[in-house]
Structures are given as C-alpha cells and as structure tokens.
C-alpha cells in the first residue's frame, strides 16, 4: 500500500499456508504491504495491558480528574489547575469522540485468508478508520484484534496478548503477513512479475497489474516496473517511445503512462 501517513500519529495528518511460528527471518528488508515505519521498535516488549476491548479506553487516558480551585490558592496554583482542568476536559471531549466513531462503520474481519487483496483491503480500512477515530498507536493494536479471527487472531494472541511485542500498526501488518503467507509467497510473487506481459491488456491495465505485484513483493520500486513494462509491452509502444526520444533507463512512471495511453487512443 503505498503513500500511507505515518501511522504512530493519528492526529498529523493500506498462495498457501503459513502459520510459522517466532519471527520471519526471510526476504529483503523492505515489505511487500505497508511502508516502513520506523519509529517503534517491533522487538521489544510492552509493558501495558493488551486488553483488547473498548471498555478499558480512557482509564489509562484520562487519569485521575484534576482538583478545582479554591479561595486559599496562589494566583500561580490556580493558573495551573485551571490548565490541568483545560487539558483534562480536552481529553475528555477527544475520548468521547474515539468512543462514538469507533461504532461506526469498522472494518470488516479478517480471519487470515491467503489472499493479498482481501489482506490489503482489511489493512487500508483498519488504517483509515483508526487514522479518523484519532487513535494512538497501543490503542490502534488493541482495536485491530477485535477484527481479526481464525489464524489471523492467533498471530494476535501470540505476539499481542502473550508476548506482548510492541509494534507501530506498520509492522504489526508486516508481522500479520509474515505469519499468514507461505515463506516462498514473495518469491512467487517475483516471477509473477517477472513473467506479466501486456498480451491484450490495455496499457493502464498492464501497469496496474505490474504495480499489484509490484506491491506484494516489496523491494521492487518504479524503476524496476517501467524497464518491465517497456520490455514486454506490445511492440508499436516500444517504437514510438523511441521514436519520441524517450529512454527506459531515463522516463518516469507518469510520464511512461500519460505517453503510452496517448500513443494507445491513436492506434
């Protein structure tokens, strides 16, 4: 999923069987579903309560309320209460609001199907909806084990409630996918991509289907789809590309599109 905000700040503004157990030690660095993030560390382990339910939100959140004034306090103490009473108010009125959006329209569940669309669907809708319900990201975690089921939620039972790992909601899809895809899935996805020809396809659906696959894999970037697209797309669009001035070391992926969808509504 690309272009995603920074998901450790809500408030600044997506085969065959896994089921491997302990960390994945495969494959590049780069990830095939979600940006990296990498702020929060995905290895240590987290100290606070994993309760995955809504009834816990707010007590570590607000806290205590803060003492009102009274007569016998300095101008100085009163100025501070008066601020602790601001903050806690706006508190208050931000935990009301999570509370009333997190019942509308949620996410659907996932239960760990080996299938990269639906995965990528569940994470762009998780994202989107804990980015506007303002939740942080201990709060982003806990929620996304109410939508999960089946293999999908004994990833969160293993690494969330009994491990307790500390994840930015990145790494926590990238961990998702690591346990629930076969160990081999990107490899296979890479021959996928290797092996995508235009064929009758038009030219946007060729991009998008190289860019798909592109995504699952994770370490390939726009380079590397524009010198695929240009090596097996259909001939005429090679030659008038050449005949333009254009170079596959050189064009960019906009300007690949916008020239081949041209060249395309003139054949």
Request: proline share 5%; charged share 35%.
């Amino acid at each position: 999923m690309r272009g995603d905000p920074d998901d450790n700040d809500p408030d600044s503004s997506d085969p065959g069987s896994g089921g491997r157990e302990g960390p994945s030690n495969r494959g590049p660095p780069h990830r095939p579903i979600a940006p990296g993030d990498s702020s929060d560390s995905s290895s240590s382990t987290d100290d606070s309560s994993s309760s995955d339910g809504l009834s816990s939100f707010g007590s570590d959140f607000l806290g205590e309320e803060p003492s009102s004034t009274i007569t016998a306090d300095s101008d100085q103490t009163k100025a501070r209460k008066r601020e602790k009473k601001r903050r806690y108010r706006a508190k208050l009125n931000k935990l009301r609001y999570q509370q009333a959006f997190l019942k509308e329209d949620p996410p659907f569940t996932y239960k760990g199907e080996v299938q990269v669309g639906l995965f990528k669907k569940w994470c762009r809708e998780l994202r989107d909806w804990v980015r506007h319900a303002r939740l942080d990201r201990k709060k982003s975690i806990r929620i996304a084990g109410k939508y999960l089921s089946g293999r999908a939620y004994q990833f969160y039972e293993r690494d969330i409630l009994d491990l307790r790992k500390r994840y930015s909601l990145t790494e926590f899809f990238e961990a998702l996918f690591d346990y629930i895809f076969p160990a081999d899935f990107r490899m296979q996805q890479r021959d996928k991509f290797d092996a995508c020809r235009q064929d009758h396809r038009s030219v946007l659906d060729f991009l998008r289907r190289l860019q798909e696959i592109a995504d699952t894999v994770g370490d390939i970037g726009e380079h590397e789809v524009v010198l695929a697209f240009w090596r097996r797309c259909q001939p005429y669009l090679r030659a008038e590309l050449t005949k333009n001035g254009y170079d596959a070391t050189m064009i960019s992926l906009v300007t690949l599109e916008s020239e081949c969808v041209r060249y395309e509504k003139a054949k």
